[in-house]
Structure formats: structure tokens, C-alpha cells
DNA sequence: GTCTATAAACAGATAGAC
DNA sequence: GTCTATCTGTTTATAGAC
């Protein structure tokens, strides 16, 4: 084993187990067989079960920022423009929520520690939360030509998160309802379009009122 | 202590911790200390922590029906009627979950059985979600003048309840982007009215297209 | 139906050899 | 940097007195 393998893998198997099972559910003896390594490696590397769990929060967040935060275009000043790319964030998060690279792990860990109210909600809020909302309010503001950082608009763009968000959380029930066997591309595609029909009738009515 | 006092006391200090703390990090030595009760009561009535568990899902499901199930009042025909009923439902909910009695204990009960999969996910459908849902549906329907139980109408309640829900379970990010300290009166106001717009915006688009 | 006492398994952390 | 062995505390479950 590579000495610099350890403790990666040390980190995916954290965010794997913690994710599946909960943090107080997960045995350091089980998550050191699940990367294949030995039981004091957690210590050794981590400093115990706390050090690693802080170190999947740690890394939960780069891996975010990479996989969303790189639409980050200048901003237009056309709403129509500006429409068009808060669109295109909702297409990518929902895809990336449902089945991006590594989202059946990570998202489930993220979800725990935000339940769990664990370490890793500061690390998300301000690695990741923040900035995204403080950009889809940025484009939001442009697309209805109000100001971005208004109550308004800040609650606005939390209840579109939610949406997102709950096709996520809710997956147990939504399939349930839906009569679907899973969700794949078909389901993705679905979500996507009432999210997207949503997105232009709040935009629309902002426009009027 | 009364005979059924003890059981109903272990049920609400279920609730209680696993909603805080979630199953694995709750000990059945908590429970019985929270409850006033003896260890080894957990075994005599519930044979177990598993069936305390099942058992403040059960109670949790009744609860869930009393406090929002209510509002069952004859389906009208007029999609007016309709709407305006839709918009009571999300008043009462968003109540609900942001304040209502002992929401504060149940709903993270509920939203850590949702995390964890845990038993409390059958009891909440069957006994409540679906039910809820497909109320919901049946209003939608009226009120765009649409098929109620279509795929389309499905996902746009789901794509409702969704704003409702985010609100509660991302409470430690909206607060602090809002810059709130807590969630009062004057908060809850300002979140129901965005959803209702919302709401309006949803289904005007819908009569249209 | 409630209690005490205890059993048997498991937790996380660490000392020390290599 | 990785391993084995072990220490200390805690877990759930249960047997048996009252």
C-alpha cells in the first residue's frame, strides 16, 4: 500500500460508509477494512474517527466546487442571457445531484452531515453553499431585472434549490409515487423539464409583479 | 409511574433523541434516563431499541395525519376553489413544519428516519405521504383543469412540496444566508408568501400551456 | 410491570515492534 | 508508515428478585 493511498482511500471509504450508514453507525474497525487498511491508520493519519470525518467534509467540498462551480461565466447583462445560464446551472446540478461521477456517495454524506448537523455544514456552507446562491441570486437578479441581493430574491432562489434539492432527498418516496423502478435518464430528463418550466413561470411572474 | 406512562414516555423520548442525535447515537441508557424510565423497560414493551424505533414511527405517522390530514374538506369543482384550497394546505404545512406543536421533536425525527431509510420511511408513506400527495394532486388537477394523477401533475406537486420541505431541512444554511437569527412569525410569513407566489406562477403557466 | 446485576460483544484509542 | 495486541469504557440484551 502507497503511502499517500492510505490515506485517500482512508477518505473514500468515509465518505462511503458515513454517506450509507451515519457517522455514529460506522465502526472505525469497519472503515478500515472497507480501504483496506488497518485500524490504527485512522489515528495515525487522522489524529481518530473525528479527524477523518473532517477530512471527507474537507474533500466533499473541493469536489463540489469542481463539479458545479466551473460554470462560471462574466456576467451578461441580458436577462434573456442570464435566463438561459440559470437554466443551464439547473440542468447540471439535477444531473449532478442524481447521477453525476461519484454523486451516489458524496451527496448521501453531504445529506448526513447537514441532518447530523456535523463539520461538514461550515465547510459546505462556505466553500460552496454560499458563493452558488450568492451567483444563481447574482443571475436571478439580471434574468428579472430586480436587485440580487434582495429578502425577495434570496428566498426565490432558496425555494428553486429546494426543488432540486428534494428530487434528491425525497428519492425514496418520489420513485415510490412515480412507480419508477430508479431513476436514470429518462426519470433525470422528467425532473428536469418541470424544474425548468417552474424556473420560467417564477421568472415571469417577477417580470410582471 | 402509571403502567402506560412508561411506554408512552420511552415513545416521546424516542422521538426526542433519535430526532436529535439520530438511532446509532442514541443508547438506550439515554432513552430510559430521558424518559425516567428503567433500561430494561425498552426490552419488556418494545423487545428491543429496533422496536422503540418502529414504534415512534408509528406515533409519528398518527401525528403527522392529525395535524395536516384534517384539511379534507369535499372536492370542489371550481378550479378557483381549488387553488385557493391548495394555497390553505401550504399555509398550514410550512406552519407545520417551521413552528408548529412539537414539530420542533417530530419533523427531525422524521427527516433522520428519511437519511437513515430507517422503518419510519414505510410508516410515513403509506400512512401519510401518499395520502397527502395524492390529495394535492387532486387539487392541482382542478385547479389547471388537467389530468390529476398524470405524470406531469405528479412531479409538479412533488416539485411543491419540495420548497416546503427545503426550508426545514436546509434551516442552517438559509438561516445564516438570510442573515436570521431564528425562524419566527415574521419569518414564516415572508417564506409562505414566496411559495404561494410561486405556487400562482406555477399554475397560471399550467392553465396556459 | 419494574427493578438490579451481569453477561457478552463491541467501541475508539494507543503502546510498541518492525 | 504500517502492523499486532491490548487497554478502558460503553453498548444492548437478559436473567432473576420483588
Redesign the interface.
Known amino acids: 500500500m502507497p503511502p499517500e493511498g492510505t490515506r485517500q482511500a482512508l477518505i473514500a471509504a468515509g465518505i462511503r460508509l458515513f454517506g450509507r450508514?451515519?457517522?455514529?453507525?460506522t465502526s472505525v474497525r469497519s472503515l478500515a477494512q472497507e480501504a483496506g487498511a488497518n485500524i490504527a491508520a485512522i489515528a495515525y493519519h487522522f489524529g481518530g474517527k473525528d479527524g477523518l470525518r473532517l477530512a471527507c467534509a474537507e474533500e466533499f467540498g473541493q469536489r463540489m466546487v469542481g463539479a458545479i462551480g466551473q460554470a462560471g461565466g462574466p456576467p451578461a447583462n441580458d436577462p434573456q442571457v442570464a435566463r438561459e445560464e440559470l437554466k443551464l446551472i439547473v440542468r447540471n446540478v439535477v444531473r449532478f445531484l442524481l447521477s453525476g461521477p461519484g454523486a451516489s456517495e458524496i451527496v448521501p454524506f453531504m445529506?448526513?452531515e447537514?441532518?447530523?448537523?456535523g463539520p461538514g455544514?461550515d465547510a459546505?456552507?462556505s466553500s460552496f453553499?454560499?458563493p452558488v446562491?450568492r451567483r444563481l441570486c447574482g443571475l436571478w437578479g439580471q434574468a428579472t431585472a430586480t436587485e440580487p441581493e434582495s429578502?425577495?430574491v434570496?428566498?426565490?432562489v432558496?425555494?428553486l434549490?429546494?426543488?432540486?434539492?428534494?428530487?434528491r432527498?425525497?428519492q425514496?418516496?418520489?420513485t415510490?409515487?412515480?412507480g419508477w423502478a430508479g431513476i436514470g435518464p429518462a426519470e433525470i430528463d422528467?425532473?428536469t423539464r418541470?424544474?425548468l418550466?417552474?424556473l420560467?413561470?417564477?421568472l415571469?411572474?417577477e417580470g410582471q409583479?
Open positions: 450508514q451515519g457517522y455514529a453507525a445529506l448526513r447537514l441532518a447530523e448537523g455544514v459546505a456552507y453553499a454560499e446562491h429578502e425577495t434570496r428566498l426565490a432558496f425555494s434549490i429546494g426543488q432540486l434539492m428534494y428530487f432527498i425525497g425514496a418516496i418520489v415510490r409515487r412515480m422528467q425532473i418541470r424544474i418550466s417552474n420560467d413561470a417564477m415571469d411572474r409583479g
